[in-house]
């Protein structure tokens, strides 16, 4: 658990396990994650799980791109 906002590699290839962030996550938050879940109680960022290939994401916040708010 991260207890407040948590940068842009955050979760960055993830093979298992939860992830719970407090804040906002940066751009690139699980970029090549392969398993695991990484839930952001704030805002994610534009790239947010790019090439992931397994696993779940999930943002209580908003999404950089409007209307897109679970990335």
Same mark, same amino acid.
């Given at each position: 658990?991260?207890? @407040? ?11 298992? @396990? ?11 938050? @699980?970029?090549?994650?392969?398993? @695991? ?35």
């Amino acid at each position: 658990m991260v207890e @407040g906002p948590a940068g842009s590699l955050t979760g960055a290839a993830l093979r298992g @396990g939860d992830l719970v962030i407090k804040g906002n996550v940066g751009a690139r938050t @699980g970029i090549d994650q392969k398993g @695991g879940t990484i839930i952001a109680l704030g805002s994610a960022g534009i790239n947010t799980g790019f090439m992931m290939q397994r696993g779940r994401q999930s943002s209580a916040g908003t999404s950089t791109r409007p209307g897109r708010l679970d990335v």
